[in-house]
T-cell receptor, first 114, second 113 residues
């Protein structure tokens, strides 16, 4: 099993450009999450999904959109990138939601917006 | 907003020594989890402790939970260079809707050879 994979690993964007980050999991998990990690701030939840076809806002959703058309994939989109979105993005999945289940994380995508 | 906060922010120890870090949280919880993050990698789950447990062990890791003080501690015994990483506690984002985790800012542990 590959677990949770993320594409791409690195990306540099200019302000105003758009891009999509892809997350894939092969564990048949229901829940999937997108986080951003900034120095000194820990992980902040951007959006999450409780199953195929569903999405919900997390703590810092502004400037991002997501889609979960297939159970194994969770896409994070930036429509018009801003320097404030420079960060490391992590995708995670879990069998179900909540603190009773561990989350499995991908390796991260390092995004720089200039 | 963050539920849990780790303390200290950073810790430097000699190989073979023990490392202890703490996590304090704000509201009642059902479970608390600890994760490790090696530099440049994703988080890896270490241990889950339930609210009715006071202590749990996994290899060289010992986790305690004191629900009356709303705090947890993670002890790494006989540390190794490979334990150099950041450690995060994770708690339910909100008690009434236990479907999301809230992560603290983490404790960065450096183990010197």
């Amino acid at each position: 099993n590959a677990g949770v994979t993320q594409t791409p690993k690195f990306r540099v964007l200019k302000t105003g450009q758009s891009m999509t980050l892809l997350c894939a999991q092969d564990m048949n998990h229901e829940y999937m999450y997108w986080y951003r990690q900034d120095p000194g701030m820990g992980l902040r939840l951007i959006h999450y999904s409780v199953g195929e076809g569903t999405t919900a806002k997390g703590e810092v959703p502004d400037g991002y959109n997501v889609s979960r058309l297939k159970k194994q994939n969770f896409l994070l989109g930036l429509e018009s990138a801003a320097p404030s979105q420079t960060s490391v993005y992590f995708c995670a999945s879990s069998p179900l939601g909540g603190s009773s289940y561990e989350q499995y994380f991908g390796p991260g995508t390092r995004l720089t917006v200039t | 907003s963050q539920q849990g906060e780790e303390d200290p922010q950073a810790l430097s120890i000699q190989e073979g020594e023990n490392a202890t870090m703490n996590c304090s949280y704000k509201t009642s919880i059902n479970n608390l989890q600890w994760y490790r993050q090696n530099s440049g990698r994703g988080l890896v789950h270490l241990i889950l402790i339930r609210s009715n447990e006071r202590e749990k062990h996994s290899g060289r890791l010992r986790v305690t939970l004191d629900t009356s003080k709303k705090s947890s501690s993670l002890l790494i015994t006989a540390s190794r260079a490979a334990d150099t990483a950041s450690y995060f506690c994770a708690t339910p984002a909100r008690r009434s809707n236990d479907y999301k985790l809230s992560f603290g800012a983490g404790t960065t542990v450096t183990v010197r050879a």
